[in-house]
């Protein structure tokens, strides 16, 4: 069973930044990538980015030079993991909960998404 946990939301001020971290935890499968996913009020939730187990990482258009994905290489194994989204320049667009996934692999190759509960993060103007 896979868990995936988000924490670091909260109430920030336009211009400033926030670190959200996400750790997660499976039991046989390797966790192949991890995904930042958020939904703002009254709006679909929309993908913003992503890191894969080696490292490499994908952002969207909204976010890219502001936002940044990170893995904790020195901890992280196939089974465990932490990624952390740093976010600078905050605007009140980017109020939203944010929601991280951990994507695992079986044997046949299928590939399961696994959601975090999500965290709540506010930015006044």
């Known amino acids: 069973q896979v868990q995936v946990v988000e924490l670091g939301g909260g109430l920030v001020h336009a211009g400033g930044s926030l670190r959200l971290s996400c750790a997660a935890s499976?039991?046989?499968?390797?966790?192949?990538?991890m995904g930042w996913y958020r939904q703002a009020p009254g709006k679909q939730r929309e993908y913003i980015g992503s890191i894969t187990s080696v490292g490499s990482t994908d952002y969207t258009d909204p976010i890219r030079g502001r936002f940044t994905i990170s893995g904790d290489n020195a901890k992280n194994t196939m089974h465990l993991q932490m990624n952390y989204l740093q976010m600078d320049n905050l605007k009140p667009e980017d109020t939203a909960d944010y929601y991280c996934?951990?994507?695992?692999?079986?044997?046949?190759?299928?590939?399961?998404?696994?959601w975090g509960d999500g965290t709540q993060v506010t930015v006044s103007s």
């Open positions: 996934t951990a994507d695992v692999v079986n044997d046949a190759g299928d590939r399961f998404t696994n």
């Open positions: 499976s039991g046989t499968l390797p966790i192949r990538a």
